[in-house]
Nanobody
């Protein structure tokens, strides 16, 4: 089992920045991918960014150039730096970990972009 605990999020004005962090504990040796998904009201959950073992990353087209994902393997954390935020980025952001034993999710943190 893997436990994920998120921090960060909140309310920010358009054009602002936020930083989300996710700390993993438990069977972390089994994790080969970590990332973030988001779900806005009335919409399906979508991938925001993911990083896999070896360092490769993948981003949703809507966040490329604005968001940066990074993983600290020694600290078992993954961070999402979000810049130039837009109202359409408003959603619940959930941390994700993919491991050899299954997929794991955090409880989610609300990000609201509004003036």
């Amino acid at each position: 089992q893997v436990q994920l605990v998120e921090s960060g999020g909140g309310l920010v004005q358009p054009g602002g920045s936020l930083r989300l962090s996710c700390a993993a504990s438990g069977s972390i040796f089994s994790i080969y991918a970590m990332g973030w998904y988001r779900q806005a009201p009335g919409k399906q959950r979508e991938l925001v960014a993911v990083t896999v073992s070896g360092g490769s990353t993948n981003y949703a087209d809507s966040v490329k150039g604005r968001f940066t994902i990074s993983r600290d393997i020694a600290k078992n954390t993954v961070t999402l730096q979000m810049n130039s935020l837009k109202p359409e980025d408003t959603a619940v952001y959930c941390c994700y970990a993919g491991g050899t034993a299954g997929s794991y999710w955090g409880q989610g943190t609300q990000v609201t972009v509004s003036s």
